[in-house]
């Protein structure tokens, strides 16, 4: 079955259409934004067996001729770990993980603390922002640049260059691509210093890192593996930090008595993040995968090189996994939710994000008290986007 309806709808009212898929059509095939057909899978079961089945590939080589017509990156950045699958993926992990450590990730909590501070202190001068603006936006920008080893004076170009993918701007359609091709020379002559001025930070451990191969040579990463490594950890960090932030602020906003639990006992905060990310992370669905062969999904049988959409909003929504699932709860078990995907693909800054996301809540919180919504919730305006969840501005008064 075909129906254009659906996907249309995502934007504005995404829980709502895929609490009616869940019931009627867990696996529905209807009609992308691009004109083509898309499956959507809204069960919880089936979107956590589909997001770690081999079968369904990000490889863009496996779409029908012509079924793909998504945004697609310049060479020097395609070769990132959300394009591929093992045994590439797996080799490129593996050297990540050797240089993107625990310990890494921890030596950010002090510069995360101070960011959030000082982007406080900017706040405190005045008794109203946009919290996406002023806050939830700057404070992982900061972050990733200083995880990356990017020059503090060029860290306002990347946050414009990151939103000129994000937000797409009608009336400059070029918009997109100019502020791609800006970034690539940028990254290239900042890996091309770091070669020969390497430094305390990710990229300079990411050209060092190197491992022994199954032929006994050295593995590791090439150029543009290299490139397109910083631009995922950049565009993605950044992207589902500011959505994840902002996202928990309103949910707290929605639900007062959550936020009055939380004020009282702040400690609680590491577990809330687990419950934002499943009452509204950032992604509502997860990057398309393209079937190798005739696949079966939910008793439905997805034929090879069609694309599948995984939607973790509503698999985090789905009242068999979660009982009650559209009210946030910060006492819920969340085990097992899939804000951040599962299996080989997890998201691999998860650490990152939710370290993040505690400092911020807890350090705004506390400084202020009375934090509140500035305007009525319907006046709120989100990110025309059928693959994210994210606000564009969220103005409170304290």
Known sequence: MTVAGPAQALPTDPYAVFERLRETAPVHRTTGPDGLPVWIVTRYDDVRQALADPRLSLDKSHALPGGYRGFRLPPALDANLLNMDPPDHTRIRRLVTRAFTVRRIERLREPIRRTADELLDAMAVRDRADLVASYAAPLPITVICELLGVPPESRHDFRAWTDAF??????????????????????????????????????????????????????????????????????????????????????????????????????????????????????????????????????????????????????????????????LDLDRDTTGHLALGHGVHYCLGAPLARLETEIALAALLVRFPRLALAVPEDELRWQPSHRARRLLSLPVRY
Do not use: W
Not at 184 to 213: H, M, N, Q, Y
Not at 256 to 261: E, R, V, Y
């Open 166 to 327: 994000l937000i797409p701007d009608p009336a400059r359609p070029d918009r997109a691509k100019q502020a791609m091709t800006t970034m690539v020379d940028f990254l290239a002559e900042l890996l091309d210093r770091k070669r020969t001025e390497p430094g305390d930070d990710l990229l300079s451990a990411l050209i060092a890192v190197r491992e022994e191969s199954v032929a006994g040579r050295d593995d590791r990463l090439g150029a543009d593996e290299l490139m397109s490594l910083a631009f995922l950890i950049l565009f993605a960090g950044y992207e589902n930090t500011v959505q994840l932030i902002g996202n928990a602020l309103l949910a707290l906003f929605r639900h007062p008595d959550q936020l009055d639990a939380l004020r009282a006992d702040p400690g609680r905060i590491a577990a809330a993040v687990e419950e934002f990310s499943r009452y509204e992370g950032p992604m509502l669905l997860a990057a398309r995968r393209f079937p190798v062969e005739d696949v079966r999904i939910g008793g439905v049988t997805v034929p090879a090189g069609e694309t599948v959409m995984l939607s973790l909003a509503s698999a985090n929504r789905d009242p068999d996994r979660f009982p009650e699932p559209d009210r």
